[in-house]
């Protein structure tokens, strides 16, 4: 068990949605959750603000992509946008919460092979994937511990 208190919310960030993965409080236990749609930054900051207090997370993992020689590419920079904005609203809120990057390069082919495997269609897997790609960052996140 992980001794800082506290769930864990991770996020796969996108354009247009993202999908959300939370820990139990004791860090132990992954649990898919929704897909957000993308409605504008000032949506997104509420969203989040509200999320974090009600569940009680103390620290937002948000998947940042990269090329995969490490290279950062047109949506890194708007995902470290996103954090920076995210970091400074809990800030301004003084909410105890950090916000971390973590590096996502591999968690789209990765949940698009598991979801390939169970046989779905890309229409189905369009629906699954955002969720699935924030469970894979955050149980990667739990194992590195």
Request: net charge negative.
């Amino acid at each position: 068990m992980n001794s800082s208190p506290g769930r864990v919310l991770a996020i796969d960030y996108g354009t247009k949605r993202l999908g959300l993965a939370i820990t139990d409080p004791d860090r132990t236990i992954v649990f898919p959750r929704e897909v957000v749609q993308n409605q504008g930054e000032n949506f997104l900051l509420d969203f989040f603000e509200k999320y974090c207090v009600e569940n009680r997370v103390t620290l937002v993992l948000v998947g940042v992509p990269y090329h995969e020689d490490r290279r950062e590419n047109p949506m890194t920079l708007v995902t470290r946008n996103f954090i920076q904005k995210l970091s400074e609203r809990f800030a301004l809120r003084s909410l105890q919460i950090a916000v971390e990057p973590r590096d996502e390069s591999f968690t789209s082919g990765e949940s698009r092979m598991i979801l390939d495997e169970l046989g779905m269609t890309p229409g189905e897997q369009k629906e699954h994937k955002d969720v699935l790609s924030a469970v894979i960052i955050l149980r990667g996140y739990l194992d590195s511990l």
